[in-house]
């Protein structure tokens, strides 16, 4: 039997090389123009949906833990999130760099004249903190608010499928079949997200 540290590593192993290979390579093929007729739109969209992909795998993992009942799944939650904020700040700073060329003003006017651009950079926002907290010194100084925050988690899932299907002009089957994927993984929590609702919920007098 393998031991349990052991398979903890072995899925970390996989998690960095699944995350880095592919990313170090489509930006091998942008450097060398090899990414089609539109290069820019092109790793844009890949590091979109990379950040989306590893974002459902957080979500993902918890539920799959506890059907397969093998709790060491969960320590790999944390990589998968932090891989996740790696592809979306590449998602963004792609934006910045190829679409408005660091034209900061630019920047700023384009996320509040473009809804789905406003909705993706709140969802990034907010994963932001959430990669920032993922420090143990800061975990352990927020206490109870930790938790609190993390649990929005499942607010960037719903703004990232929201700026998805906001951002394609013509084929939806894509962004509607992220949609309902994200739907279904949140269902799978319908319990624990009661319970995030009624305490968030002013009680009446």
Same mark, same amino acid.
């Given at each position: 039997?393998?031991?349990?540290?052991?398979?903890? =590593? &072995?899925?970390?192993?996989? %998690?960095? &090389?699944?995350?880095?290979? /592919?990313?170090? !390579?489509?930006?091998? $093929?942008?450097i060398s123009d090899n990414l089609g007729g539109d290069p820019v739109e092109a790793i844009i969209h890949f590091t979109g949906i990379g950040a989306f992909n590893l974002l459902l795998?957080? &979500? =993902?993992?918890? /539920?799959?833990?506890?059907?397969l009942k093998q709790s060491y799944l969960l320590q790999v939650r944390r990589l998968l999130g932090l891989y996740a904020f790696t592809y979306a700040l590449c998602h963004? =700073?792609?934006?910045?760099?190829?679409?408005?060329?660091?034209?900061? =003003? $630019?920047?700023?006017?384009? %996320?509040?004249?473009? /809804?789905y651009v406003f909705i993706g950079m709140l969802a990034f926002t907010l994963l932001f903190a959430l990669a920032i907290t993922s420090i143990h010194a800061l975990k352990r100084k927020m206490g109870k608010n930790w938790q609190r925050l993390h649990n929005s988690s499942y607010a960037i899932a719903l703004l990232?499928?929201?700026?998805?299907?906001?951002?394609?002009?013509?084929? $939806?089957?894509? /962004?509607?079949? !992220?949609?309902?994927i994200t739907l279904v993984l949140l269902a799978m929590r319908h319990q624990k997200l009661k319970k995030i609702l009624f305490r968030s919920t002013p009680s009446k007098k």
């Open positions: 039997m393998i031991k349990t540290q052991t398979k903890i =590593l &072995l899925l970390k192993v996989i %998690i960095h &090389l699944s995350a880095l290979m /592919p990313l170090i !390579y489509y930006y091998n $093929l942008a795998l957080t &979500l =993902l993992v918890s /539920p799959l833990a506890k059907k963004v =700073l792609n934006f910045l760099a190829f679409e408005v060329q660091f034209n900061w =003003l $630019l920047f700023v006017e384009e %996320i509040f004249k473009r /809804p990232v499928a929201w700026h998805f299907y906001w951002s394609v002009k013509s084929e $939806l089957t894509s /962004p509607l079949f !992220y949609v309902v």
